[in-house]
């Protein structure tokens, strides 16, 4: 239309270091007696290009103000949501949307519609990828033998990640962004480094972890007290000075001379000296030995044989890994 002598002036306004939001300047005549009051002139969308997650907004303009209009993405009408919005400032229209993905590249159109006419353009919106990026990573793992092992990350990108472990693996759970490997029955050859490797079209991202196998030598430990012939023997147990009684966690067994403490299924908790204190009508003995806890193996530090009034007290011998002298139950 030369004679409306319209004059487009497009540039591109930073709102923020991340975001490229292009904008026109439409100059119109004033002159109320021009053909523009009933002619539609519509300024031109421009392609753009935005980073996957950014805001895309169109914006284009219009002379006239009393106008219905249209936003369409492929053809399908735009109804407004709280990520899309659309607005309009005096002559100037725009579509906004927030958070932009992948699914929403495409053909974008502005529609306005008066009695003498109506008018569009359309415009190419590009969403550029983002490489995987790690939500929470993997954590090192201590678990006991023959138990379940499970790592856990979560990744995110766009598109979606390819996601690998770089270990031998039993079975994979997946999740949206939630990724995890179990190793079920865990051997002592299962010990070692895992890595999550997660990739797109766009990079790839590693985290690893450690898995440390808790390898016990038996499921419970046995102390043994035993004394020489005596009237009306009475064993006691102590843990760190505190009496043990018979429970779901310590099993205490008496018969004439002998007494056992067995502690079922040791764990950290429970390392500390215990002693055995033996008593009649004559007096009392004791002795004390040490249970040590640690990740790969349990065991006993060296007592000594006491005699006092004829009672003779003996705890297991320190070994590691198995016990000759003294007894440990596998």
């Known amino acids: 239309y030369p004679y409306l002598n319209l004059t487009f002036i497009p540039f591109t306004c930073l709102q923020n270091s991340s975001i490229h939001l292009p904008v026109v300047f439409l100059l119109f005549p004033k002159s109320s007696n021009s053909p523009a009051s009933v002619i539609l002139t519509l300024s031109k969308l421009h ?5 996957c997650g950014e805001i895309a907004q169109f914006i284009c303009a219009v002379q006239e103000l009393t106008l219905k209009v249209t936003w369409k993405h492929e ?8 990520k899309v919005k659309m607005s309009q400032n005096g002559n100037v229209m725009l579509l906004t949307i927030q958070n932009v993905q992948l699914m929403e590249q495409g053909t974008y159109s502005c529609t306005v ?16 990828g983002k490489p ?6 993997l954590s090192n793992l201590d678990v006991p033998i023959q138990s379940d092992a499970e790592f856990k990350c979560a990744v995110i990108g766009n598109p979606q990640p390819a ?8 079975k994979f759970v997946y999740d949206a962004s939630e990724y995890s490997c179990i190793i079920p029955n865990v051997k002592a050859e299962n010990e070692g480094e895992y890595i999550c490797l997660a990739s797109n079209r766009h990079g790839e991202t590693t985290c690893s972890s450690y898995l440390t196998v808790e390898q016990q030598v038996g499921q419970s430990a046995l102390f043994t007290c035993e004394t020489e012939p005596a009237p009306n023997v009475r064993f006691q147990w102590f843990k760190s000075g505190r009496e043990i009684y018979e429970s779901d966690k310590y099993a205490v067994k008496t018969l004439n001379f002998l007494s056992t403490l067995e502690i079922i299924r040791p764990q950290v908790v ?24 640690t990740g790969k193996h349990l065991s006993f530090v060296q007592v ?6 004829h009672i003779t007290l003996a705890c297991a011998a320190s070994y590691i ?10």
Not at 132 to 137: E, G, H, M, N, T
Not at 163 to 170: D, F, G, N, P, S
Not at 270 to 290: P, Q, R
């Open 270 to 293: 429970d390392f500390g000296e215990y002693t055995c204190k033996a008593s009649n009508s004559f007096g009392s003995v004791s002795s004390t030995a040490t249970l040590n806890v």
């Open 113 to 128: 519609k008066n009695n003498h006419g109506e008018k569009t353009t359309a415009a190419v919106l590009t969403v550029e």
């Open 304 to 309: 000594t044989y006491q005699y006092i009034m």
């Open 132 to 137: 995987p990026r790690f939500l929470r990573a």
């Open 75 to 82: 053809s399908q009408t735009i109804n407004e949501t709280e």
């Open 47 to 51: 392609d753009m290009t935005v980073k």
């Open 163 to 170: 996601v690998k472990w770089l270990k031998e693996t039993y």
């Open 321 to 330: 890994r198995e016990c000759t002298n003294g007894t440990f139950i596998k």
